[in-house]
């Protein structure tokens, strides 16, 4: 793993009015590792994910994003990096290749480059056969390896994943766990996920955070945190020892309304 770090936050705070949604946040993750944010609802991993992909300014604090300063070089920032939301990104009315065009005209690829990296990103992704069909007719994994792909003509340094797995079956998270392995093995892209499912958490992170009302609880490897709760402890009861008082969980209403959203739209 290299060491050079791929994100870094100094300080990172975003406010929305009185509520201080992330609090002085200060994160490295090193290039090509897989890094989970966890934590309850309302927690700030989606706003800590939408100022490092430039969607939102930060309110006090910087970072830089793949060695560009995020406020002053944006457009840089934009540039190497890929983003996939928690909300459905993929234009159901529209087949997988369309949609992927979409994109690569929103991430400005070249028109002679587009063909080839739209092919490579279906082929990555293993939805080639579909290419043609309107997405409204995919799986739920299918759509989200969609939008895994439609971020992919950017060739990213950085993947930003929102919840990749959220109401999707069994199947289709194996599938998506299984293509964000292949994709690490093959360009070592460095990774910041964000995730409920402790269980993808420990298949998929190198290391993890755990934040709550928008501060690091604790960071380390999935093991390393276990061991610290003791012996025998999974994931789960780490999440459940850092989370969990009832404040938290009223706050959290607004977002798992949100959420139910998006896995009713993703069927
Ligand atoms: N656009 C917004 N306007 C006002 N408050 C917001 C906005 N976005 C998020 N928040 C608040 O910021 C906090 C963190 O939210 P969010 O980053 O979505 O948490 P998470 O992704 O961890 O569930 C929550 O209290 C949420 O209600
Ligand atoms: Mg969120």
Redesign the pocket.
């Known amino acids: 793993m290299a060491q050079i770090p791929s994100i870094e936050t100094r300080q990172l705070t975003r406010r929305?009015?009185a509520?201080l949604?992330v609090d002085n946040l200060d994160l490295q993750v090193a290039a090509g590792e897989i890094f989970g944010l966890l934590?309850p609802?309302?927690?700030?991993?989606?706003?800590?994910i939408r100022m490092l992909t430039t969607l939102l300014q930060p309110t006090s604090g910087d970072a830089r994003v793949a060695g560009f300063d995020l406020r002053h070089e944006a457009f840089e920032v934009r540039r190497h990096i890929g983003y996939v939301p928690q909300m459905l990104s993929a234009d159901p009315e529209l087949t997988g290749y369309e949609n992927l065009l979409l994109f690569s005209k929103l991430y400005r690829v070249p028109a002679s480059e587009r063909k080839p990296r739209i092919a490579e990103a279906l082929d990555f992704m293993q939805i080639t056969d579909s290419a043609n069909k309107l997405v409204r007719h995919y799986s739920g994994g299918m759509i989200r390896r969609l939008e895994i792909a439609q971020s992919l003509v950017n060739r990213p340094d950085i993947l930003f994943l929102d919840e990749p797995t959220v109401g999707l079956d069994p199947t289709g998270r194996h599938s998506v766990w299984e293509r964000l392995q292949a994709l690490w093995k093959k360009w070592n892209t460095t990774i910041l996920m964000?995730t409920h499912y402790m269980d993808e958490a420990e298949a998929l992170c190198h290391r993890v955070a755990f934040i709550q009302l928008?501060r690091i609880m604790e960071l380390g490897t999935p093991a390393e945190l276990k061991a610290k709760l003791g012996p025998g402890a999974t994931l789960d009861d780490v999440f459940i020892h850092l989370s969990g008082s009832e404040q938290q969980e009223a706050?959290?209403f607004?977002?798992t309304i949100g959420e139910r959203r998006s896995i009713q739209r993703h069927g």
């Open positions: 929305f009015g509520r949604a934590g609802n309302g927690a700030g991993k989606t706003t800590t964000t928008g706050d959290g607004h977002s």
